[in-house]
């Protein structure tokens, strides 16, 4: 019940989960070629920068994907922009399944990269239209903790069907977690305004935000805004750190400590899982001291810079012997990625009108994306020349902090944008 006693529904939270899965699915797809990397290294011969130029490929396509669907949203919604963007992705994720060689493997993972790019500027899209902006950071940490969910789930389940099947088998299998999400979304997804089993208490608290001004924004107006630099440098320094979680640490585990497909699943679904915690709890807080009175700009900077100290102590994970501590500084590392990310992913709905949502996004999605191809290339190159974690692990220490700098220097106050 709300105060003036009219019955409120919670439908917007049935989004929220539908968005939360949609990640999920997304990160098992984009994650299992890094759990199956020592097997693909030994069976097909890679070297640590060829492997490099695999994730390089995903990463630029990813970029470009990210450009196209922040505008393809913004056109055409984000129901069928979401079904769009899986469906593509999914036939590009089985497609793996009959790659043969370094330059197969570098096509299907391009196209694979260019498909998920979608899937957050969709979302945001979503929750744009679902939530007020006292919710969003909340509803954003919920659907991104999807890719948690998914980096769990993934060390878990693709050896298991490796070693039953063949690692082939695993692209195939876990494409029918796609299709079943396709079929429930198609059946559920409306416009707040449009679905039936949205009452009219929840209609005026998701719409209880001031109305954007209709219409689309161009390219050149969206990049004139210093707001949508402070989102995009930011996401270009940390995004790469998550990228390199996903696509490194089963070979971390392998190199460092011995590790093989039959037992760094738990360590890895234990630095996830740490990671999905950070996720809801980034947004928790953030949230929390909205609704405590303090503003936007207090609450959001605040938890980012909160977070961006957590992450430090992975500088010392490559040089530690013991397993568990190691599993234990990564586990804080990702929680604090997470609980960052979830309150920077809400920055292009908090300053930005609905119809420039989805642009914005793509370009800090695109930054991202270019972040993590330098990344990709870093890693290989270090690897393959010194072997050893240690530079990867320390530069990625201390680019929050810088990322925290940047938005307040470019976004001092987080004042709303108003004349686009």
């Known amino acids: ?34 759990v199956l990397k020592p097997t693909l290294q030994g069976e097909l011969g890679w070297s ?43 036939c590009a994720h089985v497609a793996h399944a009959f790659a043969r060689s370094l330059i197969g493997f570098s ?7 260019f498909g998920e790019a979608g899937n957050y500027p969709g979302g945001l899209k979503a929750v744009a239209e679902w939530f007020p902006k006292q919710e969003r950071a909340l509803a954003a940490g919920i659907f991104n903790a999807g890719a948690n969910v998914g980096a769990i789930v993934t060390p878990l389940l693709v050896p298991a069907i490796t070693l039953l099947w063949g690692w082939r088998a695993a692209f195939i299998v876990t494409a029918g977690f796609s299709i079943v999400w396709l079929i429930v979304w ?24 001031p109305p954007d001004e209709p219409g689309r924004v161009a390219w050149r107006r969206v990049l004139a805004k210093r707001e949508t630099w402070a989102y995009g440098i930011a996401k270009f320094l940390v995004d790469p750190v998550w990228w390199m979680f996903l696509f490194w640490l089963p070979d971390f585990f392998a190199k460092r400590h011995g590790l093989d497909l039959r037992s760094f699943g738990i360590p890895l679904a234990i630095v996830y899982i740490a990671s999905d915690v950070g996720s809801v709890t980034g947004g928790y807080v953030s949230s929390r001291l909205m609704k405590a009175g ?126 686009l």
């Open 48 to 90: 640590e920068e060829g492997y490099g130029t695999i994730i390089f490929w995903f990463q630029a396509a990813y970029a470009l994907g990210y450009l196209s669907f922040g505008r393809i949203v913004d056109r055409i919604g984000a129901k069928l922009g979401l079904a769009t963007t899986m469906l593509i992705w999914t």
């Open 294 to 419: 303090l503003s936007l700009n207090a609450s959001r900077k605040l938890t980012m810079s909160a977070f961006a100290i957590l992450v430090m102590p992975i500088v010392f994970a490559a040089s530690i012997d013991r397993l568990w501590l190691a599993v234990m500084i990564l586990s804080l590392a990702t929680a604090a990625h997470q609980g960052f990310a979830a309150n920077l992913f809400t920055l292009p709905s908090d300053l930005f009108p609905r119809k420039a949502v989805g642009t914005v996004t793509g370009v800090g999605g695109a930054l991202g994306a270019v972040g993590g191809m330098l990344m990709a290339q870093y890693a290989g190159h270090v690897l393959q020349r010194i072997g050893t974690y240690t530079p990867i692990f320390t530069a990625c220490g201390g680019v929050y902090v810088i990322a925290i700098i940047v938005i307040h220097v470019l976004s001092p106050r987080m004042t709303p944008v108003s004349d």
């Open 186 to 209: 198609s059946l559920v997804y409306r416009r707040p305004e449009e679905q039936p089993r949205v009452s009219a208490a929840e209609l005026e608290y998701i719409t209880s935000d």
């Open 107 to 113: 096509v299907v993972r391009a196209a694979l990269g």
């Open 1 to 34: 019940m709300n105060p003036a006693g009219g019955y409120r529904s919670h439908f917007r939270w049935v989004i929220c989960a539908l968005l939360f899965f949609a990640t999920a699915i997304n990160y098992v797809d984009r994650q299992i070629i890094g």
